[in-house]
C-alpha cells in the first residue's frame, strides 16, 4: 500500500490525507447523531408525569441530563413555562435554531471532500501524463516503457484513489444528512407535543389569561 502511495505522487498524499480526514469526521458524527438521536415519545411522557406534579426543577434536571437537542428544546420550553404560547413557541424556535448547526457540524467538510477527491484525482492524471510526456521527450527516439512507467503509475493511481474516497464519502454524507434530517422531524414533534402541553394541559397560574 505504502508503495502504491509512493508511485502516486504528491496529489496522492493529498488524496490520503483527505480520506483520513473524511473518515475521522464520518466516524465523530455518526457517534454524536447517535446520541442526540432519541425516542422523544417515551422522554416526553417522562417529563408530562414529572411537571403534572409541578416538579419543575425536576423536569429540568432530566432534560440537562439526556444528550441530544429534543431534550435541550424541552428545557427552553420547561423554562419559559409560564409565558403565554407565543414566547413559548418563540423560546421553542430559538432553542431548535441554536441545535442545528451542532448537528451539522463538519458536514460541509465531508461533502466537500467528496466533491475535490475527484478533482484531485484528475490533477494527479494530469501531472503523471507531463511527467510521462517529458520523460518521452527527453529521451526520443529512444524510449523504453520502463521509462514512461513512473508518470503513467501517478496518473492511473491517483485516479483510482480520487474515486475511492469520493464515492464512500459522498455515501456517508448522504447518510449523515438522512439522520439529521430524522432528528429535526424529532425535534419538530416534540416542539408541538411540548407547546400543546404547556399551553393546555398543565395546570397555570390563577391570574394567567391563558389558562
Known amino acids: 500500500m505504502l508503495e502504491l502511495i ?3 505522487g504528491p496529489v496522492m498524499w493529498i488524496i490520503v490525507a483527505a480520506s483520513v480526514a473524511a ?12 446520541r442526540a438521536q432519541i425516542n422523544s415519545d ?35 420550553a420547561i423554562l419559559k ?4 404560547p407565543e414566547e413559548l413557541h418563540r423560546a421553542l424556535q430559538e432553542a431548535g435554531l441554536a441545535e442545528v448547526p451542532r448537528l ?10 467528496a466533491q475535490i477527491a475527484p478533482l484531485l484525482g484528475l490533477l494527479g492524471t494530469i501531472l503523471g501524463l507531463i511527467q510521462a510526456f517529458i520523460v518521452f521527450q527527453e529521451k526520443a527516439p529512444l524510449i523504453h516503457a520502463g521509462d514512461l512507467a513512473g508518470g503513467m503509475w501517478e496518473a492511473l493511481i491517483t485516479t483510482g484513489a480520487g474515486l475511492a474516497v469520493a464515492i464512500p464519502a ?5 447518510f449523515l444528512v438522512g439522520r439529521v434530517e430524522s432528528i429535526m422531524l424529532e425535534m ?6 411540548i407547546l400543546k402541553f404547556l399551553t393546555r394541559q398543565l395546570p397555570r397560574k390563577e391570574n394567567d389569561p391563558y389558562a
Open 6 to 8: 509512493q508511485k502516486g
Open 23 to 34: 473518515l475521522v469526521i464520518f466516524l465523530e458524527r455518526l457517534f454524536h447523531l447517535h
Open 42 to 76: 417515551d422522554f416526553l411522557e417522562g417529563i408530562y408525569n414529572v411537571l403534572k406534579r409541578r416538579n419543575i426543577v425536576e423536569a429540568v434536571s432530566i432534560c440537562e441530563d439526556t444528550p441530544g437537542p429534543v431534550a435541550h428544546m424541552v428545557r427552553a
Open 81 to 84: 413555562q409560564e409565558a403565554d
Open 104 to 113: 451539522e457540524r463538519n458536514l460541509p467538510i465531508l461533502a466537500t471532500i
Open 170 to 174: 459522498y455515501v456517508a454524507y448522504n
Open 188 to 193: 419538530e414533534h416534540a416542539s408541538a407535543e
